[in-house]
Every structure is written in C-alpha cells, then in structure tokens.
C-alpha cells in the first residue's frame, strides 16, 4: 500500500482520475463489479477523490449522496468496461441489510460497474472484507490530505 500525499482539492482529484484509470484497466475480475471503500474521517477528501474518479469517466458534476445514501451516474462512453458509477454513502445505513436495500446485489453483478462506498465500517459486515479499501486522513497542513491506496 502505498501513502500519497496531496495539498489541495486538485490533486487529490488528479490523484483520483489517475487511480481510476489505472484500477479500471487493469482489474482481474470483469464478470462483478469492482468496489472500492472509503473510510476517513469527515472532511478527509473521499468525496472530492470519487469526483475526481467521476472527472475521469466523463462526469464533470457530482455531489455527496449524504441525504439520499446512494448516487448512480451512467458513462457518457464507456471506458475500460465502465459504464456504470454507484457513489453510496453508508454513513446514515445501520447495516449490511440496508445496502441490499438499495439494491447492492444486482450492482454487484455488473461486470459494467464501478462502486465507490463511503463508510464502509458502519456496516459492520464482513461481507465487504474482499473489497479494496482507500484511507484517507489529515495532513499537518490546512489542505493536505494524506490517501493510503490498495
């Protein structure tokens, strides 16, 4: 794993859309989705990192789905087998139930998805334990953030 450093908005979404094309070329698996977690504190740059990701498929607008848990954006064209971003927001879910709920399961199954899931941890599930995980935390500085990638 390695831990990267960036001091501002912007390079935490150049770092993101570079992660991106890089995970989406070159994962194994292109018959299930690919889920990444992202666990940090609030304020940490996981939503400014996913939009970073949603910058590099071709989505130039995206917001936290905080209030409504779950975001779903279709790729203009599709790129690297991705043509669907699921951006979840576990923090308001009270478990691994509730995801299903949102229909996480037949997301699953999309070998054409690409799944960002923020708060991973308050799902106390071990069902996401294969997953990849991204940390995020503070730097000593006001915009630096330090991102701990798989």
Do not use: C
């Not at 979404?13 to 989705?33: G, T, V």
């Not at 991973?120 to 730097?139: D, H, N």
């Amino acid at each position: 794993m390695a831990v990267i450093r960036t001091e501002s908005l912007e390079q935490t979404q150049d770092l993101a859309a570079a992660f991106a094309e890089k995970i989406s070329k070159d994962r194994k698996n292109k018959n299930r989705a690919l889920v990444l977690l992202l666990s940090g504190d609030l304020g940490s740059g996981k939503t400014s990192f996913v939009q970073g990701a949603l910058h590099y498929f071709g989505i130039r607008r995206a917001t936290s789905p905080t209030f409504i848990l779950m975001k779903h954006y279709r790729i203009p064209r599709m790129k690297n087998n991705i043509k669907d971003i699921y951006h979840i927001d576990a923090y308001r879910l009270q478990s691994f139930t509730d995801l299903k709920a949102l229909g996480f399961g037949k997301i699953l199954e999309s070998g054409e998805s690409l799944v960002f899931i923020e708060w991973p941890e308050r799902l106390r599930t071990k069902a996401l334990k294969g997953f990849p995980k991204i940390k995020f935390s503070f730097g000593e500085k006001e915009n630096e953030r330090l991102i701990k990638l798989p």
